[in-house]
């Protein structure tokens, strides 16, 4: 019959978890077809017979209208003879050995659950715990694929009927919501304090009046665990940074709604809906000058890291009300360099000498996940740490790639696999720098292997012996016989970039690398790179002057030692007029210049980080930093946006001639030009000098694309300017826009180096 046919339809992508299957159902009988649809190990199987138009309008609306969570990477249709079916159902989910598919991220409470939430007539009124189809916890719960309940962390609460009757009806938003809940079958919410137990509404009342009286407490979150308290506390939040031993370093904070966010700092369009979104991350947004409530939370800054409550139970926490707090810290549960607690057990050990309180509750989280922190650049994404909302969520190459473990940085680590068009990309780990942070990194990797189906023929690791994240990679490829990539670190941050921007060709583009270490194929510190190549080969063309490191990578937390090893590099004496000069002791000073001479201790380096930092340090903005980065982003803040001169450096035989800008840094500061002048001079300089040495290998190579990489591009002025300055001279430049331009986004480029090496 020519009014009867049939279709058999294979779907990839994020397929599950997100409200598809009832979907698809729901479709399929509005237009009177019948069938099945099925989840599968890797992807989602439909079989419709009916009407062709139908059936036409049936692919029209699932290739142009899915559900808003789900992500569609590949429509497989085959035309068939149409079996008879009598409906349209829903199969039972089938295992497949040896297939996979990506895994929904967590994403923030949606507006359906949100009104259930307040809505005194509802059975799920204040359950801290409420979820449907279209949001709640994903990854952090899933132990193994396919995405159903027993596999989750919610295998352990049986549902009741009410909420089984939801789960069993396919018309329904909660229909296979894997972690649905209620307050008769649920997980539940405890706080304790100074002994005192209370449980579910007492609870959350009893927290809330624990941060009104500005106590410090540890709230169990989505990925583990928050450390709150009142942002405009002064000694709660003093008494936050001594007890996590971090004196400096930005809070993360978190308001009601997107009004109040308005009310401390400035937020455009993009930001709001950015806030908004369902990944709900922490944004970077500009501080309103008139605001100094919040200065104590983000000291020596001129920006604030907000997100809006992105759970349930933040909603309720933070819930507007005469005397309460505008704004809560939300801060990493941890003490500082350690990985976020997120087992009870964990919580209680480890932030005890923190939190006076403990919010917590029984659902049990598999997979611990930072908050993700992003900003908004040039109306576009530009994520700074990608984790809670976005990972697990693959990128999506243009080519099949090999299966490759890429083991990552040292740093702001991610690691990464490949399999197929896909790069699974790992939610932050942090800084390999201890056991608790090595065990996460390995027990993520261990994971991902399992959900993903990985079994890598290949590892990629850093160029840098002594990384963990190396050491790692190397002990596995000797344990299991694979071949080993060592990449080298500025070839893996341009590779990134290339990756992010899916640039597939083997045509070379020039790359602008700048950050603050990583090992160079001669064995030195490198840092300010200007490449060519592309993800098979590199060639380095340009690189800052090299200069003295004394102390290493402990360098970055002297500023003040930085600087005078420059000085002392460029033949200028320490007088004691100078700002690190006047940092240091006189015992200092000479055990610092003893230590340059006979280069004890002391690798050279041509980092463009440490260049900040020293210029930071001579103008007296940091001596000593108490994070990564800190000199650097204080000179950014102070940088005049009006100010149009710079300093004069010069280009030759392939370096950057550094040491020429403190003679004339030094006469502005003895005339008493304004810091900020300065600042943006040096700004104003750095900018102009990637344009010259672009153009200068323009005319050698006739290469037009200009890739940006490296964490010294997260300085917002650096990369306005010279993509300005790129931009007006015809070239076309490459940002990040899906991974992080730092070390965070390592993982990739490692992952297409050795896909290209591998290749040949």
Known sequence: ?????GSRIHITGIVQGVGFRPFIYNLATSLDLKGWVVNTSNGVDIE????????????????????????????????????????????????????????????SICPDCRKELFNPQDRRYRYPFINCTNCGPRFTIIKDIPYDRPKTTMAN??????????????????????????????????????K?????????????????????LAVKGLGGYHLACDASN?????????????????????????????????????????????????????????????DQTAPGQNSLGFMLPYTP????????????????VMTSGNVSEEPIAYSDEEAFSRLHGIADGFLIHDRPIHTRVDDSVCRIFKENLYPIRRSRGYAPEPIRYNRSLPQILACGAELKNTFAFSKDKYIF????????????????????????????????????????????????????????????????????????????????????????????????????????????????????????????????????????????????????????????????????????????????????????????????????????????????????????????????LSLGNGVVEILDLYPQIIQDYRKGVKKEIISARFHNTIAQICKSVAQEIRELTNINTVALSGGVWQNMTLLTKTLHLLQNQGFFPLIHHNIPTNDGGISIGQIMVAASKLKN
């Open 157 to 194: 609460f049986k549902m009741c009927p009410e909420c089984l009757s939801e789960y069993q009806n396919p018309s329904d938003r909660r229909f296979h919501a894997q972690p649905i809940a209620c307050p008769v079958c649920g997980p539940q919410l405890q706080f304790t304090m100074d």
């Open 1 to 5: 019959m020519t009014d009867y046919s």
């Open 425 to 648: 990309i790992s939610h932050h780990i942090g800084d390999l720098e201890n056991y608790e942070t090595l065990k996460s990194f390995e027990n993520g990797i261990e994971h991902y292997k399992q959900l993903f189906r990985l079994s890598p023929a290949a590892i990629a690791v850093d160029l840098h012996p002594d990384y963990l994240s190396t050491k790692y990679g190397l002990s596995e490829s000797f344990a299991k016989h694979l071949p080993l990539v060592s990449v080298q670190h500025h070839h893996a941050h341009l590779a990134s970039c290339l990756a992010d921007n899916l640039w597939s060709s083997n045509e070379s583009v020039i790359g602008l690398i700048f950050d603050g270490t990583g090992y160079g194929t001669d064995g030195k510190i490198w840092g300010g790179e200007i490449l060519v190549g592309n993800c098979s080969v590199f060639q380095r063309y340009y690189h800052l002057r090299e200069t003295p490191l004394p102390g290493g990578d402990t360098a970055i937390r002297n500023p003040s030692k930085i600087a005078l090893s420059q000085l002392f590099a460029a033949g200028i004496d320490w007088d004691p007029d100078l700002p690190p000069v006047q940092a240091l002791c006189a015992e200092e000073r000479t055990l610092l210049k003893s230590q340059i001479t006979h280069l004890i201790n002391t690798p050279q380096t041509t980092s463009m980080g440490r260049l900040f930092d020293a210029v930071s340090a001579l103008i007296g903005i940091r001596q000593r930093a108490t994070y990564e980065g800190q000199a650097a982003i204080e000179l950014e803040n102070l940088c005049d946006p009006d100010e149009t001169s710079t300093y004069d």
């Open 196 to 216: 005192n137990i209370s449980i579910g509404e007492d609870a959350i009342q009893s927290a809330r009046n624990a941060l009104v009286s500005g106590k410090i």
């Open 313 to 328: 139970l933040h909603l309720l926490l933070l819930e507007p009300e005469s005397g309460f707090p505008e704004v809560l």
């Open 48 to 107: 419709v017979a009916g009407s062709p138009a139908c059936i036409s309008q049936f692919i029209n609306k699932l290739r142009n209208n899915p559900p808003p969570l789900a992500r569609i990477d590949n429509i497989n249709i085959l035309e068939i003879t149409p079996p008879i079916f009598s409906d349209f159902i829903i199969r039972e989910s089938e295992f497949q050995p040896g297939e996979y598919l990506p895994v929904s991220p967590d994403v």
């Open 234 to 294: 002064k000694k709660a939040v003093e008494n936050l940074r001594n007890r996590k031993k971090r004196s400096d370093k930005p809070f993360a904070l978190m308001a009601y709604n997107l009004e109040q966010v308005q009310q401390f700092a400035l937020v455009s369009p993009a930001e709001s809906e950015l806030l908004e979104s369902p990944q709900h991350p922490v944004v970077i947004l500009k501080k309103k000058i008139k605001h100094t409530i919040f």
